[in-house]
């Protein structure tokens, strides 16, 4: 394929960075690997250029630059003319699989699973498998590859050959080399989904059980992965008898990482040998989780606790997790009681309502006064599970006892997360609960120190308008909010005018042309710019509110004096909202 002058030329220069001292140039030309093939064409790419990649880049020593490449080669099959050609794309991918780099090996062998499973049957079985077998054969960087691709070339292979292949991953399960037989671990689940059934049980299933009684923790840990991915191809009654001891024993193995990997894992665990194993046999071994020595373990099974509950019958073993659970609530541990935090709370809809009373809400409040802010930030923000199960009133009974010290908390947090709770109370309590109870901290907000929870009290106001209506509000809300209008600290009166401002679209025209607009334009002579050009905001979002009349008469004239204020913020805001006015 000939080549324009502009192209060689490119093509050129770019072959030549490949080489250059400078590793930036030599990552940047090989990060273009694909239009140096273009221009070539797909047979000089194909006889001249992959050779020259794989002659030049034996001795590179630059991590980057072999990534680079290997990731490159993984999508080179139509720049050396289609499938049929893919052959050639072997040899320097498989010198990558020897490289001292786990992440430069882990990408060829990406991409030499990318090639494969493009190649033809005769080209795979000719050239694939024996550079598998070839890897498997070297040292234990080139081992640690083989592992990766024997999944690609299993299904293609004849028989004699698969029988090959399990027998050299066998080997693999059963190297000196902890590293080697870490990387069979991890594969072994891809490499089982393309083995024939009959194999399972004689191949496979004795790998996967030498394996979880490895003498490296970082091994053992793996075969909790695989007691999933093996348990999804085995009969129930096989998986029952083959898998659940392997998990039992993992979940109380002598190292805290792999007992840590099942507590992670144990929906997935429980899911692979269904909830009559899960009530006789993982109960116990749960609960010993939950109650583990290691915090990271505890942490690891206090978050799954719904999900665990979600896999069981409706006969819950609640008398043998919810000891628990009380216990980790107290746990000396604040990632453990924050993990418990995190996911309680879904127990509410499994439980039911009685279970949920019972049970739960002892735990809930306990968490709800908890020293974390964070914990208790999370529990409230998640009330609404609980609130569908065993409603509102029931709910607010006990909630009620502590509004009061969570409005006062030292965190802004957790009067946030109160906060934008309150809309739903109230709507299921009715406005007899924010009179009585909660309408005087509603305003005390207005005026908090810190400016996230003075601008959720606002939008709470609002949200409390809409709910109970401009008539309710007129007589409830509106009055108090105009009281503090004039505060000393120019901070509560923005925030004032920002309430004003989210409640006119609720009010509607009339309220806010004949009680808003007067107190706002009075706010237009502030002293302090910071007022002023709220002032100015606000104007523009209550132009869509009132008539245009109002807008002409009133709020216009306003704006066009702040645009001669001496603040230049003042004037950008007033001349933004003229322009919105306009428009």
């Keep these: 394929?000939?080549?324009?002058?502009?192209?060689?030329?490119?093509?050129?220069?770019?072959?030549?960075?490949?080489?250059?001292?400078?590793?930036?140039?030599?990552?940047?030309?090989?990060?273009?690997?694909?239009?140096?093939?273009?221009?070539?064409?797909?047979?000089?790419?194909?006889?001249e250029f992959i050779q020259y990649i794989r002659e030049n880049f034996d001795d590179e020593d630059d991590e980057e630059v072999l990534l680079e490449m290997a990731e490159q080669l993984g999508v080179f099959i139509p720049y050396v003319g289609g499938a049929e050609h893919a052959t050639v794309l072997l040899p320097p991918l498989k010198g990558l699989c020897s490289d001292g780099e786990s992440r430069v090996r882990d990408k060829a062998v990406e991409s030499l699973c990318k090639i494969g499973s493009q190649?033809?049957?005769?080209?795979?079985?000719?050239?694939?498998?024996?550079?598998?077998?070839?890897?498997?054969?070297?040292?234990?960087?080139?081992?640690?590859?083989?592992?990766?691709?024997?999944?690609?070339?299993?299904?293609?292979a004849p028989e004699p050959l698969r029988k090959e292949l399990r027998t050299l991953y066998n080997q693999l399960c059963h190297d000196d080399t902890p590293l080697v037989r870490k990387a069979a671990a991890k594969n072994l689940g891809k490499f089982a989904e393309t083995v024939e059934k009959p194999y399972l049980m004689n191949d496979i299933m004795?790998?996967?059980?030498?394996?979880?009684?490895?003498?490296?923790?970082?091994?053992?840990?793996?075969?909790?992965?695989?007691?999933?991915?093996?348990?999804?191809?085995?009969a129930p009654q096989v998986c029952l008898a083959e898998i659940l001891p392997v998990m039992i024993s993992l979940a109380?193995?002598?190292?805290?990482?792999v007992r840590y990997t099942v507590a992670d894992q144990i929906y997935e665990l429980c899911e692979t040998v269904g909830?009559?194993?899960?009530?006789?046999?993982?109960?116990?071994?749960?609960v010993g989780l939950l109650r583990d020595n290691e915090t990271e373990v505890r942490k690891a099974a206090a978050g799954k606790v719904s999900k665990f509950f979600q896999i069981l019958s409706p006969e819950l073993p609640v008398q043998h997790i919810f000891p628990c659970v009380k216990e980790l609530s107290s746990d000396p541990?604040?990632?453990?009681?924050?993990?418990?935090?995190?996911?309680?709370?879904?127990?509410?809809?499994?439980?039911?309502?009685?279970?949920?009373?019972?049970?739960?809400?002892?735990?809930?409040?306990?968490?709800?006064k908890d020293e974390s802010t964070q914990i208790r930030v999370n529990i409230i923000s998640k009330i609404e599970q609980v609130n569908q199960v065993i409603g509102i009133d029931l709910l607010s009974q006990s909630l009620l006892s502590v509004i009061d010290e969570l409005s006062e908390a030292k965190h802004w947090r957790v009067r946030v997360a109160l906060i934008n709770f309150i809309p739903l109370l109230a709507s299921q309590l009715g406005f007899g609960f924010y009179n009585d109870k909660i309408g005087a901290l509603c305003m005390q907000w207005l005026i908090d120190k810190v400016h996230q929870v003075r601008v959720a009290a606002a939008n709470n106001l609002k949200l409390l308008a809409e709910k109970f209506?401009?008539?309710?509000?007129?007589?409830?809300?509106?009055?108090?909010?105009?009281?503090?209008?004039?505060?000393?600290?120019?901070?509560?009166?923005?925030?004032?005018?920002?309430?004003?401002?989210l409640l006119a679209p609720v009010m509607g025209s009339e309220i806010t042309t004949s009680t808003f607009?007067?107190?706002?334009?009075?706010?237009?002579?502030?002293?302090?710019?910071?007022?002023?050009?709220?002032?100015?905001?606000?104007?523009?979002?209550?132009?869509?509110?009132?008539?245009?009349?109002?807008?002409?008469?009133?709020?216009?004239?306003?704006?066009?004096?702040?645009?001669?204020?001496?603040?230049?913020?003042v004037r950008f805001f007033a001349n933004k909202a003229l322009q919105a006015i306009y428009q």
């Design 469 to 501: 209506g401009p008539e309710w509000a007129s007589e409830h809300i509106i009055p108090q909010v105009l009281d503090m209008v004039d505060d000393r600290n120019y901070l509560y009166r923005i925030t004032i005018l920002r309430a004003l401002s």
């Design 252 to 257: 109380q193995d002598g190292s805290w990482q």
């Design 206 to 234: 004795p790998m996967f059980k030498y394996l979880s009684q490895d003498d490296q923790d970082y091994v053992r840990l793996l075969a909790v992965k695989n007691c999933a991915a093996l348990g999804k191809l085995l």
């Design 119 to 156: 190649m033809r049957e005769p080209d795979l079985i000719e050239s694939f498998i024996p550079l598998l077998k070839r890897l498997a054969d070297k040292e234990w960087t080139a081992q640690i590859s083989s592992c990766g691709l024997f999944h690609i070339a299993y299904p293609n």
């Design 333 to 368: 541990f604040q990632e453990v009681r924050f993990a418990l935090a995190s996911d309680i709370m879904g127990l509410a809809p499994i439980l039911g309502k009685d279970q949920t009373v019972e049970q739960l809400l002892p735990i809930f409040f306990s968490l709800l």
């Design 1 to 47: 394929m000939s080549m324009s002058d502009e192209s060689a030329y490119g093509a050129a220069i770019l072959i030549d960075e490949l080489m250059n001292e400078d590793r930036e140039l030599r990552l940047n030309s090989m990060r273009q690997l694909s239009t140096i093939a273009r221009a070539l064409g797909v047979e000089r790419t194909r006889t």
């Design 275 to 286: 909830p009559d194993a899960t009530r006789t046999e993982m109960v116990p071994a749960y």
């Design 517 to 569: 607009l007067p107190v706002i334009l009075a706010a237009s002579t502030d002293r302090v710019p910071n007022v002023r050009f709220n002032v100015a905001k606000v104007l523009g979002y209550l132009a869509s509110v009132v008539d245009q009349s109002v807008v002409e008469e009133r709020i216009r004239p306003c704006l066009n004096k702040f645009n001669e204020d001496e603040d230049i913020d």
